[in-house]
């Protein structure tokens, strides 16, 4: 039987807005420092692959003692108020190069007891993409008629098979 290998997966893009000028998708990067040195001290936290955007980022994280994996130089590929999860479907793509199933995770997500060993099979057991689904206040997913409210979270999201890379990447917004 042929060995699946299987992984978790985060990521990091995006600049240190030091004064507040930018806003706040780019505040979220500041944030994302502490939830990062929550991770590290997180008995609990698997073991994961860190996809990055960005030379500082990489060094950062790797200074930190992370796995990384350097997916752009530049650490902002896509407008940051429009289209800044595309660089989170990116980390899925990446992922999805090098495993046949991945975890993604948000630095928030936070585990609070061990991974069970039958973490993969119950994943596995179901359909090929799993996530977290949110419920917002505001109609916010105007594509979804009488699910208005009910959006993927993209926190914790599986993926298996390596063909879905691609069908994330037709899926996702415009290329570069």
């Not at 706040?24 to 500041?30: A, L, V």
């Not at 944030?31 to 008995?43: G, H, Q, S, T, V």
């Not at 996530?131 to 009488?146: C, D, Q």
Request: aromatic share 12%.
């Amino acid at each position: 039987m042929e060995d699946i290998k299987k992984g978790f997966v985060r990521g990091v893009w995006g600049i240190h807005d030091v004064d507040g000028k930018l806003g706040r998708p780019y505040s979220r990067r500041t944030k994302i420092d502490n939830d990062i040195k929550l991770a590290k001290l997180n008995p609990y936290a698997p073991k994961c692959k860190v996809y990055v955007f960005g030379e500082d980022n990489f060094k950062a994280l790797t200074d930190k003692g992370f796995d990384t994996v350097l997916i752009d130089k530049k650490p902002i590929c896509w407008d940051m108020k429009k289209e800044q999860y595309r660089h989170k479907i990116e980390i899925w793509k990446a992922g999805l190069q090098e495993f046949d199933e991945i975890v993604f995770l948000d630095w928030d997500c936070v585990p609070c007891a061990p991974i069970p060993n039958d973490f993969w099979q119950v994943l596995g057991s179901g359909t090929k993409i799993r996530t977290t689904v949110y419920m917002y206040k505001l109609k916010r997913a105007f594509s979804r008629p009488g699910h208005e409210r009910k959006v993927s979270s993209s926190t914790f999201v599986y993926i298996r098979g390596k063909e879905m890379a691609e069908k994330i990447g037709r899926a996702s917004c415009r290329e570069r």
